[in-house]
């Protein structure tokens, strides 16, 4: 079963450092999005792939996050000079087309020291 | 402003028994709902899903239950099974768009 696969599973730093997690989605899906978890709250959108085109990302995308699908396949985020307030459970999901629902992989857990 | 509304944090129940799992929304726009199941340490799991079109959907022992004139959604897990416990995520999305809004959870105990 190759589902939604993030890596690495958790990711400890100091403030200022930056970071990269990596996002391998369904093969057959086209659609890829970045979501953000914190403890008690369900999963914030931050940004959306189809294909390789970056087509819509939130407010709560800050400049220090970039997002990247170089090939349409696995997807990058990248967060630089992080801050303590980024520490949190960073989801990737993926999709096919229509109303298909999205498939999560199991996150990135962000601990900021 | 939480458009997608989950007030129960928890809810604990018996074996067996019926779960009920409510969620309201604000946004008149939405005309898709979701629920997602959450274990420990892994992503969330789609679970159950429901067009506007339609006023209840079931799968197995989840059904979903939609009222549009409340803004009102509901999940039954009928019977309840110990490994039914988890977080439940109720989300809705908007006709063209591809991104749901999730709600806080409902973190659901079914005791033995």
């Known amino acids: 079963d190759t589902g939604v696969s993030q890596d690495p599973r958790h990711k400890i730093t100091k403030r200022g450092q930056n970071v990269t997690f990596r996002c391998d989605p369904i093969?057959?899906?086209?659609?890829l999005y970045w979501y953000r978890q914190t403890l008690g709250q369900g999963p914030e959108f931050l940004t959306y792939?189809?294909?390789?085109?970056?087509?819509?990302k939130s407010r709560l995308l800050s400049d220090r996050f970039s997002a990247e699908r170089p090939k349409g396949s696995f997807s990058t985020l990248e967060i630089q000079r992080t801050e303590q307030g980024d520490s949190a459970m960073y989801l990737c999901?993926?999709?096919?087309?229509?109303?298909?629902?999205?498939?999560f992989g199991d996150g990135t857990r962000l601990s900021i020291l | 402003d939480q458009q997608v509304k989950q007030n129960s944090p928890s809810l604990s129940v018996q074996e067996g028994r019926i779960s009920i799992l409510n969620c309201d929304y604000t946004?008149?726009?939405?005309?898709?709902f979701l629920w997602y199941k959450k274990y420990p340490a892994e992503g969330p799991t789609f679970l159950i899903s429901?067009?506007?079109?339609?006023d209840k959907n079931e799968d197995g022992r989840f059904t979903v239950f939609l009222n549009k004139s409340a803004k009102h959604l509901s999940l039954h897990i009928v019977p309840s099974q110990p490994g039914d416990s988890a977080v439940y995520f109720c989300?809705?999305?908007?006709?063209?768009?591809?991104?749901?809004?999730f709600g806080r959870g409902t973190s659901l105990i079914v005791h033995p």
């Open positions: 999901a993926s999709s096919g087309s229509g109303n298909q629902p999205q498939h």
């Open positions: 093969s057959e899906h086209n659609r």
């Open positions: 792939f189809q294909n390789e085109a970056q087509l819509e």
């Open positions: 946004n008149s726009m939405f005309d898709y």
């Open positions: 429901i067009s506007s079109i339609k």
């Open positions: 989300a809705a999305k908007s006709g063209g768009s591809y991104i749901p809004t």
